[in-house]
C-alpha cells in the first residue's frame, strides 16, 4: 500500500492562507469605509443643494443665513471628499495587499498540487509494479507446462 501524500511546506501554505484570509478582512473593511464616506458625501450634497434651493427663494434675511450655512456645508463637503479621497487609496492598498498575498499562497497551492501528483504518479507505478510481479509468480508457479 502507497505511502500517503505529505505535503512538506503545508504549515507555510497554512500559514500564507490565513495572511491572505486577513488581507481579504481588511480590504473588505476597507470598502466598508468607503462606502460610508461615499455616503456621508452623498448627504452632504444633497443638504447643499437643499439650502441652496431655500437661498433662491428666500429673502435677505434667509440669504444671509442661507450664506453662512452654504459656507459650513461646503467645508463639510471637502472634508468629505478628502476622506473619500483618502479611503479611495486605502482600498487600493489594501487591494494590492490582498493581491500580493494571494500569489504568494497560489504559488504554494500549485507546488503542493505539483507534488501531489508526482507522488500519485510513483504510486500508481509501484502498484502497476506490484501487480505485474504477482503476475509474473503467478505466471512462474507451474501452472503452465514449459515447451521443449
Do not use: W, Y
Amino acid at each position: 500500500m502507497a505511502r500517503r501524500f505529505r505535503f512538506n511546506l503545508q504549515t507555510a501554505l497554512d500559514i500564507r492562507q490565513q495572511k491572505e484570509d486577513e488581507a481579504r478582512r481588511q480590504f473588505a473593511a476597507a470598502l466598508r469605509v468607503l462606502a460610508e464616506a461615499v455616503e456621508t458625501r452623498t448627504r452632504i450634497r444633497a443638504k447643499r443643494a437643499e439650502i441652496v434651493a431655500q437661498v433662491r427663494e428666500g429673502t435677505t434675511e434667509t440669504l444671509l443665513h442661507g450664506s453662512q450655512c452654504l459656507d459650513l456645508i461646503n467645508q463639510q463637503l471637502a472634508g468629505a471628499h478628502a476622506l473619500v479621497e483618502r479611503q479611495m487609496r486605502e482600498v487600493e492598498t489594501r487591494r494590492q495587499a490582498l493581491i500580493a498575498s494571494s500569489q504568494e499562497r497560489e504559488a504554494l497551492s500549485m507546488l503542493r498540487d505539483r507534488k501531489r501528483a508526482e507522488h500519485d504518479s510513483l504510486a500508481q507505478k509501484a502498484e502497476q509494479r506490484e501487480l505485474d510481479e504477482a503476475g509474473a509468480r503467478q505466471g512462474n508457479s507451474g501452472l503452465t507446462a514449459p515447451m521443449r
